[in-house]
């Protein structure tokens, strides 16, 4: 992108060493990285700062309900094949941290952002984005979120008119509403395992009607939308029709339809799919997610879902029966303190697992477990749970912050 070497002001400049020095600090008192709250400051100090950052960066935009720290994070390796990239790879993915990310990558050419979806217009306007990849809306923090039909309309609208090139999931009636407001749009089929948030059309309210992978709705017309780009088993097909393989460390469905959208996002940037896809090979983790720790003589694998789209995604990869599960749900104001959603989740998919539960919640979670007449212990703490355990593979499945406190219980 065209423009001065140097684009900041010396507010500008003041900002980000203010915002640098609050991190710091904050990362001192052991309270986290301190992206947010260094992020707050800059943004209290300069209210234009993440314009100001992004002005200089070719930027892609990630946003979802379920994938986009990952996808994010593939995107990120794919397009250092084509120059240096900052990302807010941890997975701060409001203004604050995506502004504190930023800050930190002064020589990128790309920046690659994940963005919660309830900032994506607004964090849009301050970035003007290249790309903008849209890859699913489900049901998630039903107490502050409000419903998936009001979010798709926010996309809509934000979006309408935008120059960037929108990569959408064709597979997912929400997003391709959403992003059918957009002059630019290329279409990936990249799947939709959970389609309970997508029986009425976005667009009149009439029943969707859904044979086989196809959709459309009976009543005004509304319909899938022909995609360029599919997950095809291991392979992205690519709009010329070629195969590519996908080569993930990985696991899961969900996973390989990442790394199509991914694809599909660096060929916006001239980054060949084969290329890609080749580099995407290196991200072992994300954040923690499906790491596999050791801890009291077991191999922990840590997985996170945080609504009923991502457990069903997750029950699809773990191990088989009997390997043991360990379930942990929080109810803390990140990850949404209502937990009726549990009731959405399938969980007679673990059936001849021996189940131990956990979490702040492990009671409305016991509660929904005997409903689904699965067989499971309530312990008090992981150590509890995993002494239980086998020695052996352990399959642990957490919800958001239930997942930040085992990752510092085993010192992951």
């Given at each position: 992108?065209?423009?001065?070497?140097?684009?900041?002001?010396?507010?500008?400049?003041?900002?980000?060493?203010?915002?640098?020095?609050?991190?710091?600090?904050?990362?001192?008192?052991?309270?986290?990285?301190?992206?947010?709250?260094?992020?707050?400051?800059?943004?209290?100090?300069?209210?234009?700062?993440?314009?100001?950052?992004?002005?200089?960066?070719?930027?892609?935009?990630?946003?979802?309900?379920?994938?986009?720290?990952?996808?994010?994070?593939?995107?990120?390796?794919?397009?250092?094949?084509?120059?240096?990239?900052?990302?807010?790879?941890?997975?701060?993915?409001?203004?604050?941290?995506?502004?504190?990310?930023?800050?930190?990558?002064?020589?990128?050419?790309?920046?690659?952002?994940?963005?919660?979806?309830?900032?994506?217009?607004?964090?849009?306007?301050?970035?003007?984005?290249?790309?903008?990849?849209?890859?699913?809306?489900?049901?998630?923090?039903?107490?502050?979120?409000?419903?998936?039909?009001?979010?798709?309309?926010?996309?809509?609208?934000?979006?309408?008119?935008?120059?960037?090139?929108?990569?959408?999931?064709?597979?997912?009636?929400?997003?391709?509403?959403?992003?059918?407001?957009?002059?630019?749009?290329?279409?990936?089929?990249?799947?939709?395992?959970?389609?309970?948030?997508?029986?009425?059309?976005?667009?009149?309210?009439?029943?969707?009607q859904r044979p086989g992978d196809d959709w459309f709705c009976g009543e005004c017309g509304f319909r899938r939308p022909t995609p360029s780009w599919a997950l095809s088993g291991d392979h992205v097909l690519d709009p010329h029709g070629s195969a590519?393989?996908?080569?993930?460390?990985?696991?899961?469905?969900?996973?390989?339809?990442?790394?199509?959208?991914?694809?599909?996002?660096?060929?916006?940037?001239?980054?060949?799919?084969?290329?890609?896809?080749?580099?995407?090979?290196?991200?072992?983790?994300?954040?923690?997610?499906?790491?596999?720790?050791?801890?009291?003589?077991?191999?922990?694998?840590?997985?996170?879902?945080?609504?009923?789209?991502?457990?069903?995604?997750?029950?699809?990869?773990?191990?088989?029966?009997?390997?043991?599960?360990?379930?942990?749900?929080?109810?803390?104001?990140?990850?949404?303190?209502?937990?009726?959603?549990?009731?959405?989740?399938?969980?007679?998919?673990?059936?001849?697992?021996?189940?131990?539960?956990?979490?702040?919640?492990?009671?409305?979670?016991?509660?929904?477990?005997?409903?689904?007449?699965?067989?499971?212990?309530?312990?008090?703490?992981?150590?509890?749970?995993?002494q239980m355990c086998p020695p052996g593979r352990i399959e642990v499945i957490a919800n958001y912050t239930a997942f930040q406190d085992l990752r510092r219980r085993v010192g992951n």
């Open positions: 992108m065209a423009g001065n070497s140097d684009p900041l002001t010396p507010r500008a400049k003041l900002a980000v060493t203010a915002g640098k020095a609050v991190a710091a600090a904050s990362r001192a008192a052991g309270r986290g990285s301190g992206s947010v709250i260094g992020g707050r400051v800059a943004l209290k100090l300069d209210p234009d700062l993440l314009a100001r950052l992004a002005q200089n960066l070719d930027c892609v935009l990630v946003s979802a309900t379920n994938g986009k720290t990952t996808t994010t994070r593939l995107i990120a390796e794919a397009l250092r094949a084509a120059g240096p990239v900052v990302s807010n790879a941890l997975g701060a993915n409001m203004p604050a941290g995506i502004t504190s990310a930023l800050a930190g990558g002064s020589d990128a050419k790309f920046g690659v952002i994940e963005v919660d979806e309830k900032y994506l217009a607004g964090v849009a306007r301050d970035t003007d984005p290249k790309c903008i990849a849209l890859l699913n809306l489900s049901r998630d923090q039903l107490d502050r979120a409000a419903e998936t039909r009001m979010l798709a309309e926010n996309w809509r609208e934000g979006l309408a008119g935008s120059k960037a090139v929108i990569v959408a999931n064709a597979d997912d009636p929400l997003v391709v509403w959403a992003a059918s407001s957009s002059p630019n749009v290329i279409w990936v089929a990249a799947g939709q395992m959970w389609k309970d948030d997508a029986w009425s059309c976005p667009s009149c309210g009439g029943v969707m590519w393989p996908i080569h993930l460390q990985l696991p899961g469905r969900a996973n390989k339809a990442n790394a199509a959208s991914s694809a599909a996002v660096a060929a916006v940037f001239g980054v060949p799919p084969q290329v890609a896809l080749e580099r995407m090979y290196q991200v072992q983790a994300v954040a923690g997610r499906y790491d596999v720790v050791q801890f009291e003589g077991r191999d922990l694998r840590l997985l996170l879902a945080k609504n009923p789209a991502g457990w069903l995604e997750t029950f699809s990869l773990i191990d088989p029966p009997p390997t043991p599960v360990i379930l942990s749900v929080n109810a803390r104001s990140a990850d949404g303190t209502d937990t009726s959603w549990l009731w959405d989740v399938d969980y007679t998919r673990l059936t001849g697992h021996p189940i131990c539960v956990i979490g702040d919640r492990k009671l409305d979670l016991a509660v929904r477990l005997e409903v689904a007449n699965q067989q499971f212990q309530v312990c008090e703490n992981l150590d509890q749970a995993v």
